[in-house]
């Protein structure tokens, strides 16, 4: 687990850092908050946070609010070290958006159980995006094919006719058959006849381009009907697809 250190005092980002490594953390430190904001939002960012409250340039409460205001991104578990002891600076804390707080000088046992926590935290919250990910594609997707199921289909191809009559482009539907599907199933199995449709649809998706879509039209006993929807940007003169 990687996680920023984030702290303008050089002696109390040292013991942070030798603790940390002690355990096991990929450890990245600096000393002041706007190095802090860059690394956070740039790539491959620390799911894991320890900010100090008062740093340069940029103060640790208000890394959390600008963390908490963006939604495009993976969770971060933010912890604030602070040496205000104050309820009502913790609170402010708080409600920046800082999901735990540590007072210094910090007890090591208590900022490794609050480590543990945040991971313990970071690790449901991918369990669930996960499920959640899982249960949205097999509702939107054929699990044979892999392609979108027909229902997601007739949204697709109804949203494309819309923006083709309102942007006055043309665009093209293609329907394709197997022929003879239903001998594969009965000289081979369902199963030989579920493989050829996987291929079929992995070799259409491969033919297409990039904004091109491959769905399911209707499924029946003996075949499955593939439209190819191609959406072309402007007619050219001979035409061909641009």
């Not at 959390?64 to 971060?76: E, F, G, K, L, Q």
């Not at 007890?107 to 499920?131: F, M, N, S, T």
């Not at 293609?174 to 599907?181: E, K, M, T």
Request: glycine content about 6%; proline content about 3%.
């Amino acid at each position: 687990m990687k996680i920023l250190i984030a702290e303008d005092d050089p002696v109390s980002l040292r013991v942070l850092e030798e603790f940390l490594r002690r355990w096991g953390y990929q450890v990245v430190a600096v000393a002041n908050g706007a190095d802090a904001w860059a690394l956070l939002v740039g790539e491959d960012a620390p799911r894991m946070a320890i900010l100090d409250w008062v740093m340069p340039e940029l103060e640790g409460i208000e890394i959390c609010s600008r963390i908490r205001a963006r939604s495009d991104r993976a969770y971060t578990f933010l912890i604030l070290l602070t040496a205000h002891g104050q309820k009502h600076s913790l609170l402010a804390g708080l409600k920046a958006g800082a999901d735990d707080y540590l007072s210094k000088p910090f007890d090591a046992d208590e900022l490794r159980a609050r480590l543990q926590v945040g991971e313990r935290i970071l690790r449901v919250q991918d369990e669930l995006i996960a499920a959640r990910d899982a249960l949205h594609f097999q509702a939107t997707h054929d699990l044979l094919t892999g392609v979108a199921s027909r229902g997601a289909a007739i949204d697709f191809l109804s949203r494309e006719l819309a923006r083709s009559f309102r942007e006055q482009r043309s665009m093209g539907i293609v329907i394709a058959d197997r022929d003879h599907f239903k001998r594969i199933n009965d000289d081979h199995g369902h199963l030989a006849g579920d493989k050829v449709l996987h291929e079929l649809a992995q070799r259409m998706l491969k033919c297409v381009r990039t904004y091109d879509s491959v769905r399911p039209l209707r499924r029946r006993g003996v075949s499955d009907h593939l439209p190819i929807v191609q959406r072309r940007r402007h007619a050219s003169p001979s035409g061909e697809n641009p």
